[in-house]
């Protein structure tokens, strides 16, 4: 039971009309461990967690979440996980304690209150527990939805781009949270295009246009790419200089500016070194061989899966 | 888990009552507009207009004409203002609107009673509105006639007492005065609970939607029944509310009889406002936007108001029309609360709206728990 991954799912299909928005994804989500769900938007990120907590049907494939089959217990799995959606969906016009105890009433928390005053101390609102949910700022409205939907301490935590306009301390202070939470035994899915964040889990899964590209620890993913990448750097002008005669040479897939440096990523090393060499000398810029970045493997794998679609 | 939890139940009911206190405008109007409605329609409408202004052309004044003339005015409904022996002016006066009558005595009137011969009077109604002419006109044969009877007795005395003593006697069987409102203020209570209890509830999922809450409300642990039970029965209080204001108006304001079983009524009205909520949230169930419900909402409004027979005549429809009128638990309640109010009938004389209300109730129940989405598809 242990061993069992908390999701797994099966040649997984959701299609809206004639669009298909997942197509055939398998994948699993071990126990105890934060694994991050990535791609773009509109990859079908948001559709496939809804899927998994019975929101949506699927269209094909199967799949268990916490060992329910997907589908037919919709019921239980509801009642043993937490689902944080992507937009803030709890009532505006409730106060956070309102909300609290509307949460804990439907999943039968007892005795309510208590359970009300604990979550409300470890969020640090007691003092504010009457004010309107819709008066909070994005990153309280986002703690407050996360306290929410761990209050009946469910074994899988599900979410949808949590800290999505959120300030970089809330998010640092919310990533703290779900790693504590996953200490203590929760398995946690969570959706998001930060790369910052998605090198804070223990394992990844790149979805792109609705099919799985890449999966594994980020390590893996990065290598699983099979990029090489160099650094370029020197002045403003001559950077962009170089980025303008990169573009289209042999071996070059990929470039993006940082600054005054420039990345220059492609999967044939030789090639790209040649290119590279070539435009150091012309540009007068420096050349050093760096690591890939999980951010470049993940461009590729875009950029990869709309020559597919094209 | 089990399908249905009374703490899952109250938990649901205590979020959606704290939402409509809070929401005030809203929760004014549910109380304001029965209000509104109830003193506006209750005073304004009236189907048996009276003392409507009338024309008299008899060149000759005789003594029939004016026993005509009296006899007519004695049933409230004319008020000769003009009396001229000339029909073009009387002509002009209706065509203006001056007058809604013209009433034309001829001028060998007389002449043709006295020889026993059949006279004739000519009444000119302004039909633009039935309505206003109908009551009217329906007095009009039977009180000349009758005037008439009296007035042609052989004896010149006994004629000039039965003048005298001239009754007129319209008979209207349980609105004997032939008010309106003992009409109009029960039916409007079926009105103004379905014009508020249906468009609330219509907006109960939909507004859950657009505000994006019902993803996190579906992905909760509540059952389809739970989530409409919590969101209907907070409005059979409001709807309670108003039952007790329409009711103690009509008492105070408008003297609307009350003869039949308040128990029997109120268990009518509750059925009535279960079936029109359970509508409101099966309309949620069907729109998608609160426009939607909103529009849905008033698709049902205009036919039930028309067809029910709160504004026009049941009987007065053609059959399909009727048919269609069966359609709607307004029409079964007006009947029902008639019925009650009005002659004091009891259970097994207002069974068949009763039994329709609940059919309404179960139709409605059944559509909306299976047309419930529970997922997001």
């Not at chain 2, 003594?63 to 008020?79: C, F, K, N, P, Q």
Request: charged share 20%.
């Amino acid at each position: 039971m242990s061993t069992e991954p908390a999701i797994r799912v099966e040649g997984l299909v959701k299609r809206f009309g004639d669009r298909t928005v997942v197509d055939h994804v398998s994948m699993d989500v071990n126990r105890g461990q934060i694994t991050g769900f990535l791609g773009p938007n509109g990859s079908g990120k948001t559709t496939m967690i809804r899927v998994m907590c019975g929101l949506l049907t699927a269209d094909g494939g199967t799949g268990t979440v916490l060992g329910y089959q997907l589908g037919r217990d919709t019921r239980r799995i509801k009642s043993e996980i937490g689902y944080m959606t992507q937009r803030f969906s709890l009532y505006e016009d409730l106060t956070i304690r309102e909300n609290l105890a509307f949460v804990a009433g439907l999943y039968g928390l007892r005795p309510l209150r208590k359970v009300v005053d604990e979550v409300l101390e470890g969020l640090g609102l007691s003092s504010r527990q009457h004010q309107l949910a819709g008066a909070l700022s994005g990153g309280w409205k986002q703690r407050m939805a996360l306290a929410a939907c761990v209050m009946h301490k469910p074994r899988l935590l599900l979410l949808d781009e949590p800290t999505a306009g959120v300030d970089p301390k809330a998010r640092r202070d919310f990533w703290e949270e779900i790693h504590h939470l996953a200490a203590g035994g929760m398995t946690v899915l969570v959706s998001t295009h930060y790369m910052d964040e998605a090198e804070r889990c223990h394992f990844v899964n790149y979805i792109s246009y609705g099919k799985l590209v890449a999966s594994g620890t980020v390590e893996e993913v990065i290598a699983h790419a099979g990029l090489t990448t160099f650094l370029l750097e020197g002045e403003m002008e001559k950077v962009t200089a170089a980025e303008r005669m990169l573009r289209g040479m042999p071996g070059v897939a990929e470039t993006a500016p940082f600054g005054t440096s420039l990345h220059v990523v492609g999967r044939d090393a030789a090639a790209l070194k040649d290119s590279v060499q070539h435009v150091a000398a012309e540009t007068g810029t420096r050349m050093s061989a760096t690591e890939t970045s999980l951010e470049d493997a993940f461009i590729r794998f875009m950029s990869e899966a709309q020559d597919n679609m094209a | 888990m089990s399908w249905f939890s009374l703490r899952r139940l109250r938990a649901l009911l205590r979020k959606e009552v704290i939402q409509m206190r809070r929401d005030r405008i809203t929760f004014a109007m549910m109380i304001g507009v029965p209000l509104m409605q109830l003193l506006l329609f209750g005073f304004a409408i009236n189907n048996d207009p009276k003392d409507l202004p009338a024309a008299l052309v008899a060149p000759t004044q005789d003594r029939y004409s004016r026993a005509i003339v009296t006899a007519l005015e004695m049933t409230g409904y004319y008020r000769f203002d003009h009396i001229t022996s000339s029909a073009a002016e009387a002509e002009a006066l209706i065509e203006r609107g001056a007058v809604s009558f013209v009433v034309t005595i001829p001028s060998d009137f007389d002449r043709r009673i006295d020889k026993g011969d059949n006279p004739q009077i000519l009444i000119e109604a302004d039909a633009t509105d039935p309505a206003v002419a109908s009551g009217a006109i329906s007095t009009l044969g039977q009180v000349a006639s009758e005037a008439l009877l009296h007035e042609s007795g052989q004896e010149a005395e006994a004629a000039d007492a039965a003048r005298s003593q001239l009754e007129v006697v319209v008979h209207r069987r349980y609105n004997p005065e032939g008010v309106t409102q003992y009409n109009i203020v029960p039916g409007l209570l079926g009105v103004i609970l379905q014009m508020t209890m249906v468009m609330m509830t219509s907006m109960a999922l939909t507004r859950e939607v657009e505000r994006g809450t019902m993803e996190n409300l579906l992905a909760m642990p509540a059952t389809g029944l739970e989530i409409m039970l919590g969101k209907i029965l907070p409005y059979l209080g409001v709807g309670a509310v108003q039952v007790a204001l329409v009711l103690s108006a009509a008492k105070a304001l408008f003297g609307v009889p009350f003869v039949g079983s308040l128990w029997l009524l109120l268990t009518g009205v509750f059925i009535f406002v279960l079936s029109l909520v359970l509508l409101g949230y099966t309309i949620s169930t069907a729109a998608r936007t609160q426009m939607q419900a909103m529009q849905l909402t008033f698709f049902f409004f205009l036919p039930s108001l028309l067809l029910s027979g709160f504004m026009f005549p049941y009987r007065g429809m053609p059959v399909w029309a009727q048919v269609l009128g069966e359609l709607f638990p307004l029409t079964h309640f007006l009947r029902m609360i008639r019925a009650v109010m009005l002659k004091g009938a009891d259970l097994t004389n207002v069974s068949a709206p009763m039994a329709a209300l609940v059919v309404f109730v179960l139709a409605y129940a059944g559509i909306a728990l299976t047309r419930f989405r529970r997922t997001l598809d």
